[in-house]
């Protein structure tokens, strides 16, 4: 009798993505030991002998790596063809060459659509609910504390479900086509668009830089007290608006892809910068 798949096993090993896939990355097999522990309920219930579940393990924990929540169409993917392998249609080569296939495509797709279109839109909208009130600040947080998994889980369970049942064949009708590189490009554009408008919404920097004297007033005769003469923020936006915030977010970009300078030392250094020009605002009088 042909073997197959049962739809609580299925569960089973989605959710053993889901949830192992953030905390068992590490420098040897990356995501590997995750796959290892999603495919373990569907290689217990495919496989008889213990010689032929160890086999398939093993295979199964070796390096793998791609964005966790579009790369759970790859755990689908390789659940129909271990079930098409238990019945002898298939064989542990071609397994391990399409996981190993699909790192690429699946990894550039979530990084497009998840990290820089998804989860930015999802923050722009909490911020914006958060800096909308006082009273209701912790409103944005609380709802990016319930819709991020939320739409984490069904994405991903969508995308695991399509993958076993389309198998190999959807995937490569997808690439032969083209699709796959239109939607990647699309996410693509998209993801930058986002990022620019998080960049000229809520990175604010300002030069806190100016000169003021007192100016006599020879219509009223009197004499004006701290008269702004120049000031360096309102010159830099009026020659180029936004300007430091873009410096700001280059600058941060450049550090950490080029440098390899770590989130902390940033952090650090965006401080120095802040208790800097705070104190240049004081001694010009911009913060009084």
Excluded at 105 to 132: E, F, K, M, N, R
Excluded at 165 to 172: T, W
């Amino acid at each position: 009798m042909e073997k197959k798949i049962s739809e609580k096993t299925l569960k089973k090993s989605f959710w053993n993505w889901f949830f192992f896939n953030g905390c068992s990355q590490q420098a040897e097999s990356m995501l590997g030991m995750a796959f290892g522990q999603s495919m373990a309920p569907v290689i217990e219930e495919l496989y008889d002998t213990k010689e032929e579940k160890a086999e398939a393990l093993k295979r199964h924990t070796s390096l793998f790596n791609t964005e966790s929540q579009v790369g759970s169409i790859v755990n689908g993917i390789v659940c129909g063809m271990e079930e098409a392998n238990a019945n002898g249609k298939c064989s542990p080569e071609i397994i391990s060459s399409v996981k190993t296939a699909l790192i690429g495509p699946t990894s550039a797709i979530g990084d497009s659509l998840w990290v820089a279109t998804i989860i930015p839109i999802l923050l722009t909208i909490c911020l914006s609910i958060s800096q909308a009130s006082t009273a209701t600040s912790w409103l944005g947080a609380a709802l990016y504390l319930i819709a991020y998994p939320i739409l984490t889980c069904c994405l991903s369970y969508f995308l695991f479900k399509f993958g076993y049942r389309s198998g190999l064949e959807g995937m490569q009708n997808i690439m032969a086509t083209g699709q796959l590189d239109k939607l990647t490009n699309t996410m693509t554009v998209m993801g930058l668009i986002v990022v620019g408008a998080l960049t000229a919404s809520f990175v604010s920097v300002s030069l806190p830089i100016q000169i003021t004297k007192d100016v006599y007033d020879a219509t009223t005769g009197t004499v004006l007290e701290n008269q702004v003469l120049f000031n360096a923020d309102n010159m830099l936006n009026t020659i180029f608006p936004k300007i430091l915030p873009l410096g700001l977010t280059m600058g941060v970009y450049y550090l950490y892809s080029k440098k390899r300078w770590s989130p902390m030392k940033l952090m650090g250094l965006i401080l120095v910068m802040a208790g800097v020009l705070t104190g240049i605002g004081y001694l010009c009088g911009v913060y009084v």
